[in-house]
């Protein structure tokens, strides 16, 4: 067993503490000065994703279907649908599915191999909603190539983590959108492969002496709400999912976020992990997190999930009533509902409910 294993905890505070410091960090990017991300060379991973097998994903699809299962909730149809990167073909293919509404979809992505391989699909397959293949080639700037005003709805499935202005691209979305459109979104939240997090950074400390950075910083549950209302987008909504994908192996959980082009695109980042410290990470997962007793059970993957829903603003959406307008008293509404809450006290005696 490797020593990185094998050592006491008080050995470890340090490469534990740095491995909670890694885990925690969040991004909340707040101008496109923070250049955090190299647009150009996450276009390169999408291009290299596009020449995999387009067959069914597990988490891709869950996501996918969560993400767009809120369309269930609204009683009105959306015709024009702009679709923004990351998990784009799942998107296209629920939008056929389950919103016979939409009458035309338009693919935005960095990466035009990408694009050229969801023609190539669509064109091959029995759906029959027209779509349009936009290519984004402003990676520095992270300008939509968009027309204010066009859309019904813009769906964002797993692609926003990867944006660096955030809360820029965020308001270019809601002047894409009509008034009372709809935006959908989905990003990796901050504990996504907390595990790897962990195994590396441990790994790091033993082999290296030092920790780098190999994951991403990701945005906390408690920063999204703060995207949608300063984008401009009103009654704004965030939920979370956890959702955990079983691998044989740490090389089996790396091979697959290459095919989701979900590899380190940090602008300061190693060039590469020496194979030592690659080895022991893989090592030290297996032995924290694989099931004692059980390796064909192989290692869980934690994937943290937060869903965002906002509207485009429209005088025709139910807000607040001003203050000192309300028509009924709370005396009255105690009045019309029966006893107050202190004739029910008096009316309990112990011991009952």
């Not at 150009?40 to 597990?58: M, T």
């Not at 029995?126 to 769906?155: C, F, I, K, M």
Request: aromatic share 6%.
């Amino acid at each position: 067993m490797l020593r990185a294993v094998a050592r006491s905890k008080d050995a470890h505070s340090e490469a534990w503490r740095q491995a909670a410091y890694l885990l925690h960090t969040s991004v909340t990017a707040s101008d496109s000065s923070l250049n955090i991300f190299d647009g150009e060379l996450k276009a390169r991973h999408r291009d290299r994703a596009a020449r995999y097998d387009p067959g069914p994903d597990p988490l891709l699809d869950e996501v996918a279907d969560r993400l767009l299962d809120r369309l269930k909730d609204c009683t009105r149809a959306f015709e024009s649908v702009l679709v923004l990167g990351g998990a784009g073909r799942q998107v296209a293919e629920r939008l056929e599915r389950e919103a016979p509404g939409t009458r035309h979809v338009t693919h935005v992505d960095t990466s035009q191999a990408m694009l050229d391989a969801l023609a190539r699909l669509h064109a091959a397959s029995a759906r029959s909603t027209p779509q349009t293949y936009v290519h984004w080639t402003d990676t520095r700037n992270e300008t939509l190539p968009v027309a204010p005003g066009t859309y019904d709805a813009v769906v964002a499935c797993l692609g926003l983590h990867w944006i660096n202005d955030v809360p820029g691209v965020l308001t270019q979305c809601r002047h894409a959108l009509k008034p009372d459109g709809l935006f959908l979104g989905a990003m990796l939240g901050g504990t996504t492969l907390q595990e790897l997090r962990i195994a590396c950074t441990l790994a790091q400390q033993e082999r290296e002496g030092g920790v780098a950075p190999r994951l991403s910083p990701l945005a906390q549950v408690r920063d999204a709400g703060n995207l949608l209302t300063r984008a401009g987008l009103t009654i704004p909504a965030v939920d979370v999912d956890d959702i955990q994908v079983q691998y044989r192996d740490a090389m089996q959980l790396v091979r697959h976020l290459r095919q989701l082009a979900e590899t380190n695109a940090l602008t300061q980042r190693r060039a590469f992990l020496p194979r030592d410290s690659a080895l022991a990470t893989a090592a030290i997962y297996s032995s924290l997190f694989g099931k004692e007793g059980e390796p064909e059970q192989g290692i869980p993957a934690t994937f943290q999930v937060i869903y965002l829903t906002g509207w485009a603003p429209d005088p025709s959406q139910r807000g607040p009533a001003r203050r000192g307008t309300a028509t009924v008293s709370f005396g009255d509404l105690q009045k019309d509902l029966g006893a107050g809450p202190q004739a029910a006290d008096e009316s309990q005696k112990p011991g009952t409910i």
